[in-house]
């Protein structure tokens, strides 16, 4: 079963215009990942924010997580046209500082970026 | 560092037939996931190995799909008999043991049951 719902399903922006994908959850959590997929790569990581975090950034993205109202956002900034995929957020189950190890995955944005 | 490997990448057999997934981790990656992706769908959990041992194997539909890993590194998960609604991507995934951490995925197995 999906553990989380993605909004929105599908997002349609101009190259160097931001892109915002936001995920709930439904249980507690350890941390949340997000991941990128496309028909070259396959699924990767981008970056993981742990439960005690609210915020965190890599490059051009943006992590903000909020356990109070259990959801996450990804923001994408000055997008470009490889950033065309589809997005996942994963959420990691545990608590009290415990990975359970097992990843739980939303339905997913698919992002395409023009140029 | 070589990435997680998958065979085949496709897969195209009559139901009723038997079919196999190969998976090979990551070096030194501990724990193997395989997972299952329908189409439009976020991969869903199909097994969980620690080592050789199956520690959530929870969501793997026992009567057709068994999986294995011998020696605690490569894995096959095998389908006897297949079915329509089998038709999905199948997915490898390697992580290292300890703490908290990402899943490194492999490309894949395209299956199609007709």
């Known amino acids: 079963s999906q553990q989380g719902e993605e909004d929105p399903q599908a997002l349609s922006i101009q190259e160097g215009e931001n892109a915002t994908m936001n995920c709930s959850y439904k249980?507690?959590?350890?941390?949340l990942q997000w991941y990128r997929q496309n028909s070259g790569r396959g699924l990767v990581h981008l970056i993981l924010?742990?439960?005690?975090?609210r915020e965190k950034h890599s490059g051009r993205l943006r992590v903000t997580l909020d356990t109070s109202k259990k959801s996450s956002s990804l923001l994408i900034t000055a997008s470009r046209a490889a950033d065309t995929a589809s997005y996942f957020c994963?959420?990691?189950?545990?608590?009290?500082?415990?990975?359970?190890?097992?990843?739980?995955f939303g339905q997913g944005t698919i992002l395409t970026v023009h140029p | 560092e070589a990435g997680v490997v998958q065979s085949p990448r496709y897969k195209i057999i009559e139901k009723k037939q038997p079919v196999a997934f190969w998976c090979n981790p990551i070096?030194?990656?501990?724990?193997l996931y395989w997972y299952r992706q329908n189409l439009g769908q976020g991969p869903e959990l199909l097994i969980r190995?620690?080592?050789?041992?199956?520690?959530?194997d929870s969501q793997l539909p026992k009567d057709r799909f068994s999986a294995e890993r011998l020696k605690g590194v490569d894995s096959t998960l095998k389908i006897q008999p297949a079915e329509l609604g089998d038709s999905a991507v199948y997915l490898c995934?390697?992580?290292?043991?300890?703490?908290?951490?990402?899943?490194?995925f492999g490309p894949g197995t395209r299956l199609t049951v007709l």
């Open positions: 995934a390697s992580r290292k043991l300890a703490g908290v951490g990402e899943q490194f």
């Open positions: 070096s030194g990656h501990n724990t």
């Open positions: 994963a959420t990691d189950a545990g608590a009290g500082g415990t990975s359970y190890g097992k990843l739980t």
């Open positions: 190995y620690e080592n050789e041992e199956a520690v959530d």
């Open positions: 924010i742990r439960s005690n975090e």
């Open positions: 249980t507690s959590i350890n941390n």
